[in-house]
């Protein structure tokens, strides 16, 4: 694209390229200082942003600060037309919102920890702060104009936008994110209206709660009954979903830590943050020091070296989290360093690839608990039941039999025998186990069951692991074909370099100038009004499309383009755009390649770091399952023992409970069968419970190396 021509004060100013676009304009690099970028305004808004931008200029607000990348210089046409501003170039930083995110800081941070994220809202604090020492009041402070670096520090942009006094007027903030908005400017407009710094408050609050609480809103929580508010909506009836302080009609995520697990003076900030007072809103001033305290306050996880958690917390909320979700929020030393180091230069995709595929999960339909065998031993209560019946059923004999008998000796009273024969008769029937009271036990435990285990099979992850192994297969075979679709974006580049070469030759010869049997003037003019006039516009379709004009007449136009064409000869050397167009190519897929590098090395490492640790949690007993799986074990021995069939339950899930023979001590070999407790005698994969089709034990279960047909180990 072409650059305009700019000037600062009658000198002439060289833009390299664009960098960046937005609603208001464009962004520039600047030639021979690298330290500058322009921002040039759109036609519609130059009028609008003039009078504000040199205020801001002439306080001279750039001079005083590296966090904020104020308008320095006014840039103009030659003229001295408004056009736009020079600022501070802001490079190496990232959105906030690719830090607080736990997906994104994985591939954008890889070495953030808790520590990291803590040092960064206190950074966030200052550069508020400082924008607040000055004139102006930011308005739209949001997680697009926030930029962090690796290190935790930050720069604010799109300073043009922020209200500003001076010389006795107001510039106001035009503009607003709504989930960083206030409760009291929810649902207005905000053309015309003054902000205070107490609304820059609690968009600052918004900030530092999402960098601590994992990138959560605040007012994003549980909404009681069937609710569908936005958040918009929640933020002006001021839901603040984890307030303690106050009641409230959300409730925060169960996954996620509270305020409790903060320092109680944390706690109180956000209270007043989100508050029903906005005077009582703490200032960026305040949130240095309270955020300067947390970082000391921290604990070190004895499970998990890369968590690091307010020490008021009574447990891990990182780990909590990680075992609820399955997800992994901080990546370990190594995989960070694997992610920071990684290049085009370093990489071996097929060595990534090949440690991926030796990452070996459990079957997600098959994936069970480790769990104890129980024994089958009917209860207690199932013997008393059984036996109550067997007494009722004797005592209905023995009446039965002396009501028969003494029929014989005194027929005359019939009547007395036939109602003893009934009474016996119904003790003989009378059923003294209550069969629906033990099918609804059973079925209640067997709900519970079914629901720890789904609790427990979300706990693993297993789902998210399955499918970051499958998007980094897809990553590892997009990067395998960069180097084809470079070549192919290249070739294209250079075959329309020769077309464009062509083109503009053949440009030069025009139809009117040239003598060509059976073209005469008449039909040179109708040709013209067709838009044919030079031997690059004549094509078969483009002559023969004209009314009048044949196949033979384009084929004599043909013929004479085709003399032209062979008198064509290709320069190869490539022009400054040719240059300019191959950089350009090679340069998206030197992004591309590293982006998918980085994603593939520290999704190789996340993989085999979840990958342990689901194997950590499939060899250790869960005390909940175990004593739900020993309940439900011991009702089915009940209702075997006592005649009645177990209720079926179609949606279940949940894996078959092992149990172990009355007559043995010893735990069934099913004890440790599960999908991560039984592993494979020749190679160590994990095993999968198999039918035997044929042979001698045809019908038998029997366990079945997961990699079969490669390897054919197997365990009774």
Not at 222 to 238: C, E, K, V, Y
Not at 314 to 323: A, G
Request: glycine residues 8%; hydrophobic residues 40%; positive net charge.
């Amino acid at each position: 694209m072409t650059t305009p021509d700019v000037y600062i004060g009658g000198r002439r100013l060289e833009l390299v390229k664009r960098i960046g676009r937005g609603g208001e304009g464009d962004v520039f690099l600047l030639a021979g200082n690298e330290r500058l970028a322009v921002k040039i305004y759109k036609d519609d808004k130059r009028k609008d942003r003039e009078e504000k931008v040199r205020a801001i200029v002439k306080q001279g607000l750039a001079d005083g600060t590296q966090l904020v990348a104020y308008p320095q210089a006014v840039v103009t046409s030659k003229s001295g037309q408004f056009l736009g501003f020079t600022m501070r170039l802001v490079e190496g930083f990232q959105e906030i919102h690719d830090l607080y995110g736990p997906k994104a800081r994985k591939i954008n941070f890889p070495k953030a920890d808790f520590r990291f994220l803590v040092r960064a809202a206190a950074n966030v604090a200052r550069a508020v702060g400082e924008v607040h020492s000055s004139a102006c009041v930011i308005g739209d402070l949001n997680s697009k104009g926030i930029l962090v670096s690796t290190d935790a520090r930050v720069a604010l942009i799109d300073a043009d936008s922020f209200q500003i006094a001076a010389g006795g007027k107001a510039f106001p903030c035009l503009v607003g994110v709504r989930e960083f908005t206030p409760p009291e400017l929810q649902a207005r407009s905000l053309t015309g209206i003054i902000r205070t710094k107490e609304h820059d408050h609690f968009g600052l609050a918004v900030t530092i709660f999402q960098l601590l609480f994992m990138g959560r809103h605040p007012y994003d929580g549980r909404q009681q009954g069937a609710g569908d508010l936005t958040l918009d909506q929640l933020i002006a009836l001021n839901e603040f979903a984890y307030s303690k302080a106050r009641k409230v009609s959300l409730s925060p995520p169960g996954v996620l830590p509270t305020l409790v697990d903060f320092p109680s003076e944390i706690g109180e900030a956000f209270e007043k943050s989100f508050g029903l007072s906005p005077s009582s809103r703490p200032s960026a001033l305040d949130w240095i020091g309270l955020l300067k305290g947390l970082e000391g306050k921290l604990n070190r996880c004895s499970a998990d070296g890369m968590h690091f958690y307010p020490s008021a917390a009574k447990s891990c909320p990182w780990c909590r989290m990680e075992h609820a979700t399955g997800a992994v929020l901080f990546l370990s030393p190594l995989i960070a360093s694997a992610a920071r180091t990684v290049g085009l230069d370093n990489f071996d995709v097929e060595r990534a690839w090949a440690a991926i595929k030796a990452v070996v999960l459990p079957d997600p339909a098959t994936i069970a608990p480790k769990l104890t065998a129980f024994g089958t031993a009917p209860s207690a209560e199932a013997k008393s039941a059984k036996s109550g019946t067997i007494k009722d059923k004797m005592f209905g004999l023995v009446v039965a039999g002396g009501a028969i008998a003494l029929f014989t000796q005194a027929p005359q009273v019939w009547f007395i025998w036939i109602g003893a024969l009934i009474f016996a008769w119904s003790l003989f029937n009378k059923n003294a186990v209550d069969a629906p009271a033990w099918r609804n036990r059973y079925s209640e435990i067997d709900g519970q069951w079914q629901e720890r285990f789904d609790r427990w099979r979300q706990a693993t992850g297993i789902d998210a692991l399955v499918r970051l192994k499958s998007n980094l297969e897809n990553s590892v075979n997009e990067y395998r074909g960069l180097g084809g679709a470079k070549a192919q974006a290249i070739s294209r580049l250079k075959n329309e370099r020769h077309a464009r070469q062509l083109n503009e030759y053949l440009d030069r010869f025009m139809i009117r100038r040239a003598s060509i049997s059976g073209i005469g003037q008449a039909k040179t003019v109708t040709l013209a009004s067709f838009g044919v006039e030079t031997a690059a516009d004549i094509t078969q379709s483009a002559i023969t499309r004209i009314p009048g004009f044949g196949p033979a007449t384009a084929e004599k136009l043909l013929a004479w383009r085709a003399t032209h064409e062979r008198r064509f000869v290709y320069n190869p050397a490539p022009l400054p755009s040719d240059v300019q167009a191959q950089a350009k190519v090679e340069a998206d897929f030197a992004a591309k390649a590293s982006n998918l590098a980085k994603q593939i090395a520290g999704g190789q490492m996340e993989l085999v770091q979840a990958a342990n640790s689901l194997r950590s949690k499939l060899v250790h007993e869960d005390a909940g399952l175990a004593e739900l799986a020993r309940q439900k074990a011991q009702l089915e021995a009940d209702l075997k023992f006592l005649g009645l069939s177990l209720p079926y339950n179609s949606a279940t899930t949940a894996p078959r409970i092992p149990v172990r023979s009355p007559s043995s001590n010893a735990p069934s070999p099913a004890a440790g069968a599960t999908a991560g407790g039984v592993t494979c005698p020749t190679c160590g994969s994990r095993m999968v419970r198999r039918t035997a089709r044929r042979g001698s034990r045809r019908g038998n279960q029997f366990w079945g190396c997961s990699r079969y047909p490669t390897c054919k180990g197997t365990r009774n």
